[in-house]
């Protein structure tokens, strides 16, 4: 039990480590909180849409500002909901890219909104990332026929 | 004729059009012993509750759906595309069979900080003189006002407001009360079960807490249960003096 052991450490190190480096907030404690073993695997179910809904949205948003003349209010509309499905999962650093984004599109300025796609895209990216390593150690501990710690 | 486990459990209408919120919703509302149904739009949400739009201006209930669909509570999110949270929270309180249902509406920001420049539409934040959200729904009817992401604690404080839409679910001496009391023939009193058995899923303290909050409101549910419908008044408090010869 030793490896579970091991497992279950580097788990919980790199948790803190997606907190202290405001990957994440809160907000995925309270979607972990509403994970129990009716419901085993409704964090991993909430991420993935996330992912899903993400990259539509960020192609959503390319294809926006590649137009002739740009619509920033449907611009906006899209940081909006992307802004309001990140904060949902608790990815804080993707949804503090898209409070920017979202004063750029009110100035209806193109170089602000481009450069904000960028840093969106680049949070978005990294948090993934971090998301599907977290879920890979869990996966691992369970292998393991350990059980997954619940950060407090 | 006992009460089915079902009569005991909140149903909760949640209204976003955005996907993930709905599932969290759905789940907040699950953990905590609630029946839920989501959908994505408030025209969806008025074709639920048996609220059809003939036209603009007279939505009209359709009977056959009328009596199938107890709601105890309906949350909506405040922004979405084509009817918004507010117009929602407005048809719902102007409509006879639903303005007795209590509303929530939750969204991601609330003041709009923001003068605009010209093409926002009124609702959006980026709107010149947009209104204060908060101040507009609770102005308007709803009962509470959630920024979100929502939470398991909010959740928590709604059990009060539904328990008012629930008259069957009265504790055994308030209902022998009653039987004395000529105008009230309709309610069913054997329908009655003790406070205690419900809810659930809850901590210890927040179950005791709440059969005391519901508790003092039980004895102001009774009343209004049989004033639904006929009060006029959609101001807050709802609970009206006024009373029939009881």
């Keep these: 039990m030793e490896i579970v052991g091991k497992l279950q450490n580097r788990f919980m190190e790199f948790m803190r480590s997606l907190y202290r480096e405001g990957f994440l907030d809160d907000q995925f404690l309270q979607l972990q909180k509403l994970q129990d073993e009716s419901n085993p695997d409704f964090v991993v179910e909430v991420v993935?849409?996330?992912?899903?809904d993400s990259e539509k949205l960020l192609n959503n948003l390319a294809m926006a500002l590649q137009q002739q003349v740009v619509d920033y209010k449907q611009v906006d509309a899209h940081v909006h909901q992307f802004k309001g499905s990140s904060s949902s999962i608790g990815a804080q650093r993707v949804k503090n890219a898209c409070v920017a984004f979202r004063n750029f599109c009110e100035e209806k300025n193109l170089e602000g909104c481009m450069q904000c796609l960028q840093h969106a895209k680049h949070e978005y990216f990294l948090v993934k990332n971090k998301l599907e390593t977290l879920f890979r150690l869990e996966q691992q501990i369970l292998a393991a026929g350990g059980t997954v710690p619940v950060l407090s | 004729m006992g009460m089915a486990a079902a009569d005991l459990q909140f149903h909760v209408l949640a209204v976003d059009d955005c996907l993930i919120d709905r599932k969290l919703i759905e789940r907040l509302f699950r953990i905590s012993s609630c029946q839920v149904t989501t959908v994505d739009s408030g025209s969806k949400a008025l074709e639920f509750l048996g609220?059809?739009?003939?036209?603009?201006?007279?939505?009209?209930?359709s009977p056959s759906n009328q009596q199938e669909v107890e709601v105890n509570l309906i949350i909506t999110d405040y922004c979405m595309p084509g009817m918004t949270g507010y117009d929602l929270l407005k048809k719902i309180k102007e409509s006879s069979s639903l303005r007795n249902i209590p509303v929530v509406i939750m969204s991601s920001e609330n003041v709009p900080?923001?003068?605009?420049?010209?093409?926002?539409?009124?609702?959006?934040?980026?709107?010149?003189?947009?209104?204060?959200?908060?101040?507009?729904?609770?102005?308007?009817?709803?009962?509470e006002f959630f920024l979100k992401p929502v939470r398991l604690s909010d959740v928590n404080k709604l059990r009060p407001h539904?328990?008012?839409?629930?008259?069957?679910?009265?504790?055994?001496?308030?209902?022998?009360?009653?039987?004395?009391?000529?105008?009230?023939?309709?309610i069913e009193i054997a329908n009655v079960q003790s406070q205690a058995q419900e809810?659930?899923?809850?901590?210890?303290?927040?179950?005791?807490?709440?059969?005391?909050?519901?508790?003092?409101?039980?004895?102001?549910?009774?009343?209004?249960?049989?004033?639904?419908n006929l009060s006029p008044d959609r101001t807050r408090p709802r609970y009206s003096s006024g009373l029939t010869a009881v």
């Design chain 2, 113 to 143: 900080s923001r003068i605009s420049s010209e093409g926002w539409s009124v609702d959006h934040p980026f709107a010149r003189g947009g209104f204060d959200h908060v101040t507009r729904c609770l102005e308007e009817g709803a009962e």
């Design chain 2, 162 to 186: 539904m328990m008012k839409t629930k008259c069957k679910s009265l504790p055994q001496q308030e209902a022998e009360k009653m039987v004395t009391k000529p105008k009230q023939e309709s």
């Design chain 2, 199 to 228: 809810p659930q899923q809850q901590t210890e303290s927040e179950t005791v807490q709440q059969q005391q909050k519901s508790q003092a409101n039980n004895n102001n549910n009774k009343r209004k249960a049989m004033e639904e």
């Design chain 1, 48 to 52: 993935s849409l996330f992912f899903e």
């Design chain 2, 51 to 61: 609220l059809q739009e003939l036209d603009q201006n007279q939505p009209c209930v």
